[in-house]
């Protein structure tokens, strides 16, 4: 049974370290990150040229099952996807970690995009945390706000004129979060609902700093696609998957 996974994040690698060797897998990799960690299994890098590229790769590599398990903000390539397994008949899952809650103390600000985060920053002070990744800072370029840009490559124009760029790569510490706002006086903290314990840890320093949090809201997944929140779960899917075809091998409900 081959297994493409539309990967790059965590999840994503996690799910192929648990169906390789059973099954072949292929992630794929969309090249944007210069050093990516590599997942188990065969890895392809670069785009498949949109919805129909794609399908005719399934058709060509005789794709059994397809696992979306991209970032959650990958909104092209989870509609390419949807679009590309439903033309070449291959069964399409999407691995969406949680999203993030509020709790008490916590002051967010929720926005549907980043142009709207760049608006939403009126009156919020004048030292922002940009934790939004290296795409889309030219929502931000003509903001007059300092920033302390972070992100794990470097960011490339249009970006705001004042910043300072922190390269680094999570997982973050609560320890090292509260120093990066004491250290920079900080006002202000720009994030995007990622999910996930890795940089999750800004929330809590912010919220203890008693400064507000602008969050972009998370694209929806594509209508009718069976979405599940853990590699675990995806893998049983799988496996359900497999059984249905061929009894003898493959992973069991409880692997």
Not at 92 to 117: F, I, K, M, N, T
Not at 211 to 239: C, F, K, N, Q, Y
């Amino acid at each position: 049974m081959h297994v493409l996974i539309l990967g790059g994040t965590s999840e994503a690698r996690s799910l192929a370290g648990l169906l390789h060797p059973r099954f072949r897998v292929t992630s794929s990799l969309a090249g944007r990150v210069a050093a990516p960690r590599l997942p188990a299994g065969e890895v392809r890098i670069g785009g498949f040229g949109g919805a129909d590229g794609l399908a005719a790769w399934l058709r060509e590599h005789a794709v059994d099952a397809v696992i979306d398990a991209t970032h959650p903000f990958a909104e092209r390539i989870s509609f390419n996807a949807a679009r590309a397994a439903a033309t070449a008949h291959v069964p399409l899952l999407a691995l969406r970690r949680p999203g993030w809650v509020p709790v008490d103390g916590d002051d967010w600000r929720p926005v549907a995009s980043l142009a709207e985060a760049a608006a939403a920053l009126d009156g919020l002070g004048d030292r922002v945390f940009l934790t939004t990744g290296r795409m889309g800072l030219a929502a931000f370029a003509d903001r007059p706000e300092w920033f302390l840009v972070r992100s794990v490559d470097a960011p490339e124009a249009p970006m705001p004129a004042r910043a300072e760029v922190l390269l680094d790569r999570g997982p973050f510490t609560l320890d090292g979060e509260r120093e990066l706002i004491r250290r920079h006086r900080l006002d202000v903290l720009v994030t995007k609902d990622s999910g996930a314990a890795a940089t999750a840890p800004k929330l809590a320093a912010a919220r203890e700093a008693g400064i507000p949090v602008v969050v972009v809201r998370r694209p929806p997944v594509p209508d009718g696609v069976e979405t599940v929140a853990s590699p675990a779960e995806a893998a049983v899917w799988l496996a359900g998957r497999h059984s249905a075809t061929d009894t003898g091998t493959g992973l069991s409900m409880e692997e």
